[in-house]
């Protein structure tokens, strides 16, 4: 019974996109046939109208209204004011995030795409490529929240002369050490929920920059071996000027992605012990708090943040195209 | 905030549990005939229609309710319905979601509101009312039902601003110390009557038993991690400074950094600080940050501590197989107080919220606020974990030992209830500072500091 309402919501669902194409295409079409001289600008129009409408609805205009509640006072809703941004940088519970959401930035990126790298080109034309490769893609497959749990046992730590259930704790017992309770390590926690992040986004960057490598033309790199260059030369002025563009677009894509991260601290320490990021507070001041205000200021510095990196990634693009 | 989901998701196990838990007791329930189904599928003619007739032909309406309570535990409230139902004629449709909290308000605001809510938190109801102004206040026929069957701080706690909106539900205890009756039993330790008695009995297992600890806690709840360290200083608030100043404290008519409150904490911290008497099983004084609540006590079980201060929800926590009862693996005892007389208890429960006040929306919440439905409920809850401070509940309808011990802490004369005070503070302090504060004390940051972090974000 409840499926079969299921079944039929869906295939309304069907017909209805089918028909708001079809609509938006007959109407084109019409347009079309006017043949006058701005017909083929009247067809463009009509084409990229919808698009643009939804766009302003679901992107713009919530984005308007962010900005606005960010000035809006701590619940969102009062006249223009500074205030929430002074909290965001006076306060040491919104300060420590910020950092640590700087430092995420600097580090996730760099280290996904030195190892992704790295592990490419040890890999790349070995006998065991495919499975070396499946290897160390296979974390990408995992969700942000699963991921961060199978951590959560590798760091999980019990006293000293207990069976440790934690991965590390156990290697480091077994060889005499004092176990070390990992994620109140303060000033390191940050760094071992990065290893987290680096574990997903490698794989990726690997994946990209694999297929860069072969992309490579083989006479390129034979016309440099015939010049002498090897090792680290040829990596240096053949492989990586090559790649140039594939490295920015996981820098970048990997960059973003880290600016928005949320899962991992939420899940592994929920944001005690000075681990906090930016978007764990966001989410907490909107829909925790109820402070929606200062939650909307924290969505806009994290917007100012994302800004550079996207306007970069487009510029870098657009040069490729 | 969350807490309540993390309860609701460890009662899951309370279910799997039940058959061993509790000895298969049938409910003996007066005038409800034989319970066949577990549906609580009550003879028409035992339930009592009149109350309802009031609101006039309802057959054919709906009213849609909204929680946070997530499957199985949605079962039991749904078969619960059914006499209303059968006699009203009123359709009611549950929607139960794992991120109610953070949801509701959203869904109100957005003018998306259900026509019922259980709001598991008086500082949210308070939020709901302020900010959206969209909450109905509850009918007259709900308020009297209120006043009849519970203790006026209930109404109070359901009440922003002088009006009353919101019936209490369900209820927990928090008040408690879980043991072992057979490890007890075998060193002859008794259950402490006061304060005094329990600080002995904590060094006197610290001196017999070099290879444990007398406590065992954890303040590990993934993103709410904190909050069992909030119920410890409200139990030690309501000792030492008394209840009147615990609702001075709690509305911040005095700061929270209060020497009282220093002098409560100071009096948890004179457990859960010192490496003799915890963290049993687990570790140092540190461990007791990154062990969940729901590990937290059972080590109880293979001997690595004694006791475990957590709420009656914590039966739903015990593997299958261990018997919680008087006389069984596991027991909980009252935590005492300073002294013997002063009974102060600390509990939670939910609240029923209505946006809507279409008739048939009023005679439900009427129906909810009643004594039927808290029996009712009571009988549709074949597997326990479930107890209202409704005082015309009748505790042989409960079917587990823990519950009726709650029903019992809750309608004793003696006890004073208060609710969880981080559930009626601003949701910034409540489900925020407090609880990280509570977490950075336990790593050892000092009392003074602590109080002082949390006062300072209170919002103006």
């Known amino acids: 019974m409840k499926i079969a309402d299921k079944f039929i919501e869906m295939i309304m669902a069907i017909i209805i996109f089918a028909a708001v194409v079809a609509l938006i295409v007959g109407v084109a079409w019409l347009v079309g046939r006017l043949k006058s001289k701005t017909s083929d600008r009247l067809q463009g129009l009509v084409y990229i109208l919808p698009v643009l409408v939804m766009l302003l609805a679901g992107l713009v205009w919530p984005a308007v209204l962010t900005i606005r509640q960010a000035f809006g006072g701590p619940t969102g809703d009062k006249g223009f004011t500074l205030h929430n941004f002074a909290t965001v940088f006076k306060s040491p519970e919104l300060l420590g995030p910020l950092l640590n959401t700087i430092v995420w930035v600097l580090a996730v990126p760099v280290l996904a795409t030195v190892i992704g790298l790295a592990y490419a080109i040890l890999v790349d034309r070995s006998r065991f490529e495919a499975f070396a490769k499946a290897l160390i893609f296979l974390p990408m497959a995992i969700s942000m929240v699963g991921a961060s749990i199978i951590w959560k046992f590798v760091y999980d730590v019990r006293g000293p002369g207990q069976t440790q259930v934690g991965l590390f704790n156990a290697i480091l017992t077994f060889f005499g050490a004092d176990p070390v309770d990992f994620m109140q390590a303060r000033g390191w926690n940050t760094f071992w929920l990065i290893i987290v992040m680096v574990w997903i986004q490698a794989g990726f960057a690997m994946t990209v920059l694999s297929a860069a490598i072969k992309a490579i033309p083989d006479d390129l790199i034979e016309a440099a071996k015939i010049d002498g260059t090897t090792g680290w030369r040829l990596f240096r002025f053949i492989t990586l000027p090559s790649i140039r563009g594939s490295l920015v677009v996981v820098l970048t894509t990997v960059g973003i992605a880290t600016l928005k991260v949320f899962d991992v601290v939420r899940t592994m320490t929920g944001g005690q012990f000075d681990t906090s990021v930016l978007a764990l507070e966001f989410y907490n001041y909107s829909f925790r708090y109820f402070e929606y205000g200062t939650g909307a200021a924290l969505a806009v510095i994290l917007f100012i943040l994302v800004l550079p990196i996207v306007i970069y990634n487009v510029v870098q693009m657009r040069k490729d195209a | ?460």
């Open chain 2, 1 to 460: 905030m969350l807490k309540s989901i993390a309860v609701t998701s460890s009662l899951t196990l309370a279910v799997l549990l039940s058959g061993c838990a509790d000895t298969a007791e049938t409910p003996n329930s007066p005038g409800a005939g034989t319970p066949a189904s577990p549906g609580g599928t009550t003879a028409a003619g035992a339930f009592d229609c009149a109350p309802y007739e009031a609101f006039g032909d309802l057959k054919g309406t709906t009213v849609t309710v909204y929680t946070s309570i997530i499957a199985p535990e949605d079962q039991p409230h749904i078969d619960s319905w059914k006499p209303f139902e059968e006699c009203t004629g009123v359709d009611v449709q549950y929607e139960g979601s794992k991120e109610f909290e953070a949801q509701l308000l959203v869904r109100v605001k957005g003018g998306n509101a259900p026509d019922i809510a259980y709001v598991p938190q008086p500082g949210l109801l308070q939020t709901l009312v302020k900010e959206t102004g969209k909450v109905v206040e509850a009918p007259a026929e709900t308020a009297a039902n209120v006043d009849k069957h519970f203790d006026p701080a209930w109404k109070g706690y359901g009440s922003v601003d002088g009006k009353f909106y919101a019936a209490p539900l369900g209820a927990n205890v928090k008040s408690y110390v879980w043991y072992s009756p057979k490890t007890f039993t075998e060193k002859g330790y008794e259950v402490p009557a006061t304060w005094d008695d329990l600080m002995s009995l904590t060094q006197k297992i610290a001196a017999d038993d070099a290879n444990a600890k007398p406590w065992c806690a954890g303040f590990g709840s993934g993103d709410a991690t904190g909050w069992p360290g909030t119920d410890w200083l409200e139990d030690m608030m309501l000792r030492t400074a008394g209840p009147d100043a615990y609702d001075k404290w709690v509305a911040h008519e005095i700061p929270f950094n209060d020497p009282q409150v220093a002098t409560a904490l100071d009096q948890a911290g004179a457990i859960l600080k010192d490496p003799k008497f915890v963290n049993g099983g687990f570790g140092d004084v540190n461990s007791i940050a990154t062990t969940t609540f729901q590990d937290g006590g059972q080590p109880i079980l293979t001997g690595g501590c004694y006791m475990h201060r957590q709420a009656s929800f914590y039966a739903a926590n015990w593997p299958e197989g261990t018997k919680v009862a008087e006389d069984g693996d596991v027991w909980a005892f009252y935590l005492p107080s300073n002294n013997a007389d002063e009974k102060p208890v600390l509990g939670g429960g939910e609240f029923v919220a209505a946006f809507a006040d279409r008739p048939e929306v009023k005679a439900f919440q009427t129906y909810l606020s009643s004594a039927e439905w808290a029996n009712e409920k009571a009988k549709s809850t074949p597997n326990g974990g479930w107890v209202s401070a409704n005082k015309g509940l009748e505790i042989d309808n409960l079917v587990s030992p823990i519950d009726r011990l709650s029903a019992e802490t809750l309608q004793d004369e003696k006890a004073v209830f208060r609710f969880d005070g981080s559930d009626m503070m601003p949701s910034k302090v409540g489900a925020g500072t407090f609880w990280k504060g509570m977490t950075d004390w336990i790593t050892g940051k000092p009392t003074n500091e602590t109080l002082d972090f949390i006062e300072q974000s209170w919002p103006q």
